[in-house]
């Protein structure tokens, strides 16, 4: 019962004013936030054009209803994982797996990138189609719906999991991820855009991957190391900013071998 309890505690800082004041008054929480929604963007911007994929076989207007139920199920996953995970993130056993999944996460993109392949496998959108399980199941539109849901989950499983490493605090979780899950799907190209002139971006999110992996295990308890959010932020920051030096250094010796 005393589970039961502490996850609706969770769930009722939802509705508390003074969390919000403190929230939306801090400027580090604004800047966790912005950590949280350009990650998001920058892991999740190629997974709305699999999922525009995986709608394609409909009508032009049942595409965008199909995505709409998708994006509501893919708040309602948020508001319930998070209210969920703050409650087992506490267990040092759940920080230490989600810690070791975040550091194969990153582990994997650099081995893949070493072989050339860091794009999605053809089986992601195996089956969601006229044929697939789902679809003789519930139907041609409401099969279609359950696939993205699904698929929805899945992408989320890696940027839940990073906005825990990232934070604890209810409001910057459930702001950063609500408005992730937004920027995912409303600006994708934004970000395709972003990746394909800074492709430097992809890796370094990535490496914020691996760094929040390191922060989630340093506070396990044989480690016992606290980040404090501000000096976080500052870690976050500055590999953003040395992105954009390494981009630059890289178009200058692109430029000096074209000469």
Do not use: C
Not at 220 to 241: D, K
Request: glycine fraction near 8%; proline fraction near 2%.
């Amino acid at each position: 019962m005393s589970v039961l309890n502490h996850i609706l505690d969770t769930y009722a800082q939802f509705f508390d004013l003074n969390m919000w004041g403190k929230i939306l008054t801090d400027p580090v929480s604004w800047g966790l936030i912005g950590t949280l929604i350009i990650l998001e963007g920058l892991l999740s911007a190629d997974n709305a054009l699999v999922l525009a994929v995986m709608v394609k076989h409909l009508e032009p207007k049942k595409r965008k209803k199909a995505l709409f139920y998708g994006l509501l199920g893919a708040y309602i996953f948020r508001f319930i994982a998070i209210g969920i995970g703050v409650y087992l993130i506490k267990f040092w056993a759940i920080k230490a797996l989600g810690a070791a999944y975040l550091a194969w996460l990153a582990i994997k993109y650099f081995i893949d990138k070493r072989k050339g392949d860091t794009g999605h496998d053809e089986e992601e959108t195996e089956g969601i189609n006229q044929g697939g399980l789902l679809i003789r199941l519930f139907g041609t539109f409401w099969g279609t719906v359950a696939a993205v849901e699904l698929m929805d989950i899945a992408f989320s499983v890696d940027s839940v999991l990073a906005a825990f490493g990232v934070s604890n605090q209810v409001w910057i979780l459930f702001v950063g991820g609500i408005l992730g899950v937004l920027m995912m799907r409303g600006v994708a190209g934004v970000f395709l855009t972003l990746i394909d002139r800074i492709p430097e971006l992809e890796t370094t999110a990535y490496i914020l991957i691996l760094i929040i992996a390191i922060k989630m295990a340093l506070t396990l308890p044989l480690i016992n190391i606290h980040i404090e959010s501000l000096h976080f932020f500052i870690i976050l920051a500055v590999t953003f900013a040395a992105t954009f030096i390494v981009h630059f250094m890289n178009k200058k010796k692109e430029t000096s071998k074209q000469n």
